[in-house]
């Protein structure tokens, strides 16, 4: 009797010591999951990122105004800088061009994209007009959404500011009265700062100022 008193005392110590062991096991790891550090790369909202860093897509596309450095054909280089050959082709270094514009980005690093920019423009001048087709390239560094992520703000899920360079050229087309067409090209190179609010995870507007490809536009950009 005494033996088997000792034997259902010690199953009963066991069980106790094993169901309370489970009990706190199953509590840290509850604890663990409760607390696990967010994935890296997400901002603090937990939603995707404005500017989605290597490997993201957005492509944009607004209405605005370029700026040309210059113009060249036949006769060689015109810059627009002031007076050239008895012409005058601009005023304080802008050609103004009305343009459609549409430009690629492709994420190459978690806060840089490189991308393309073209479009269609053109305006009136000298009783005829021009017409211009310009492509080029840019890089934005996207310098919000790198404070976003390191002080964990949610806003860097919707807002993105980022400043870059574009360079590049196109064609450009010189229409006169009673004189025909001359074709040629152009040069455009400058700066940029833009501004982009995401409604939701794929599609946002923007607006950019700038030299070179954009005075200033705005439009609609979309991540693919």
Request: charged share 15%; aromatic share 16%; hydrophobic share 40%.
């Amino acid at each position: 009797m005494k033996n088997l008193m000792k034997l259902f005392t010690v199953l009963v110590v066991v069980m106790f010591s094993t169901s309370t062991f489970a009990e706190e096991l199953g509590l840290k790891v509850a604890n663990m999951n409760l607390y696990a550090p967010t994935a890296k790369g997400k901002s603090s909202s937990g939603g995707g990122k404005a500017f989605e860093g290597k490997g993201s897509k957005q492509i944009s596309i607004g209405l605005g105004l370029s700026s040309y450095i210059g113009e060249f054909g036949k006769g060689g280089f015109n810059n627009y800088l002031g007076n050239r050959g008895g012409y005058y082709w601009g005023r304080g270094a802008f050609w103004y061009s009305g343009t459609l514009s549409v430009q690629a980005e492709f994420g190459v690093h978690d806060y840089v994209g490189v991308g393309l920019v073209t479009g269609l423009g053109g305006r009136a001048f000298g009783g005829g007009g021009r017409f211009y087709l310009p492509v080029g390239i840019l890089a934005n560094f996207h310098f919000f959404q790198l404070v976003a992520d390191k002080k964990g703000l949610g806003i860097g899920d919707a807002l993105d500011l980022y400043f870059g360079l574009n360079f590049g050229t196109g064609l450009g087309v010189a229409f006169a009265k009673g004189a025909g067409s001359q074709v040629g090209g152009i040069v455009f190179a400058g700066p940029q700062f833009g501004v982009k609010y995401f409604f939701n995870p794929k599609i946002g507007v923007y607006g950019e100022f700038g030299y070179g490809k954009s005075i200033f536009e705005a439009g609609v950009s979309i991540k693919l």
